[in-house]
């Protein structure tokens, strides 16, 4: 009985282990704790927002204002957010080239950090549409009949059935929807660059904007049949049926005029 009252252990002993292991977590999760992941983060964040502010001063103050306030010759960026700052400088259209009726695509002149750094700028002026991630663009696995009839129905007034393109008025023009990329698409329909209208997600949800990227993709995609010859802009039958009564009647007229002028001319001599 000695012997074991021996080994027992003190009545303070787990309490102790216990103390220790609780500051041994406690040592951890300060090390590494979500703050600290939060602080790089906000430290990363920040600088992305400085560097944005450089960039912003020389390309693009003269024309919005040195804090994006806008000019009579550039319209406010404050919540026009980083989408909008994205889609514009990616496809080169920002910095504008020259002033006119609208701003042509062109070879964009900076760096994809270079571009985050101006959005991140941007976006920090006021809260806007947000540049989405591949998951909200990528247009896999969406419904491409329903897009069809979105896209009909909300777009193809200005860029005709299948996204080539048209006129509007005073110069402006819907562009060609051919070859745009997918994130492209997805933040034109966010922001509603120049002329557009902008769909948000309480408007046109997501699934929806995919739905419609997955249609572009498919009647513009080089293995989509044209069995009607030439498609005049996808158009369809109507144009086509058009084209064909208005040349083929004109070369008919043609042809009976030239008949009947040989005919008479024969008669006389």
């Known amino acids: ?21 609780l500051a041994v977590t406690g040592g951890l ?21 400085e560097e944005g502010k ?5 390309g693009c103050a003269s024309c919005h204002g040195t804090g994006g306030q ?33 701003v042509p695509k062109k070879k964009n002149i900076y760096s994809n950090a270079e571009i985050q750094q101006l959005s991140a700028y941007i976006a920090s002026l006021g809260p806007g549409p947000v540049t989405p991630t591949k998951e909200q663009y990528n247009p896999a696995g969406a ?23 048209g006129a509007l008025t005073n110069g402006k023009y819907a ?10 698409l997805y933040e034109a329909m966010q922001t509603g660059p120049q002329n557009m209208p902008s769909f948000p997600d309480t408007t ?30 996808g158009l369809g039958p109507v144009s086509e049926g058009l084209f064909g009564w208005v040349f083929g009647m004109g070369a008919m007229i043609a042809l009976t005029i030239w008949v009947a002028a040989r005919t008479a001319k024969a008669k006389k001599s």
Do not use: W
């Not at 999760?29 to 927002?49: C, G, M, R, T, V």
């Not at 909300?154 to 080539?164: E, S, T």
């Not at 562009?175 to 492209?184: D, N, R």
């Open 1 to 21: 009985m000695k012997k074991l009252s021996a080994r027992r252990r003190h009545p303070l002993a787990a309490l102790v282990v216990l103390l220790f292991a």
């Open 29 to 49: 999760y300060a090390a590494f704790s979500p703050s600290e992941a939060k602080a790089d983060d906000s430290s990363a964040q920040s600088l992305a927002i």
């Open 54 to 58: 450089k960039l912003y001063a020389v």
């Open 70 to 102: 806008g000019t009579t010759d550039g319209p406010s960026l404050v919540g026009v957010g980083s989408a909008a700052v994205d889609f514009q400088v990616s496809t080169g259209r920002m910095p504008a080239q020259q002033p006119g009726a609208q």
């Open 143 to 165: 419904d491409i009949a329903e897009g069809g009839e979105l896209f009909r129905t909300n777009c193809a007034q200005c860029h005709n059935f299948v996204g080539k393109g």
């Open 175 to 184: 562009p060609s929807l051919e070859g745009v990329s997918a994130k492209h």
């Open 204 to 233: 046109l949800p997501e699934e929806k904007k995919k739905a419609i990227i997955a249609y572009l993709d498919t009647v513009n995609s080089d293995k989509t049949a044209t069995p009607g010859g030439m498609e005049i802009g």
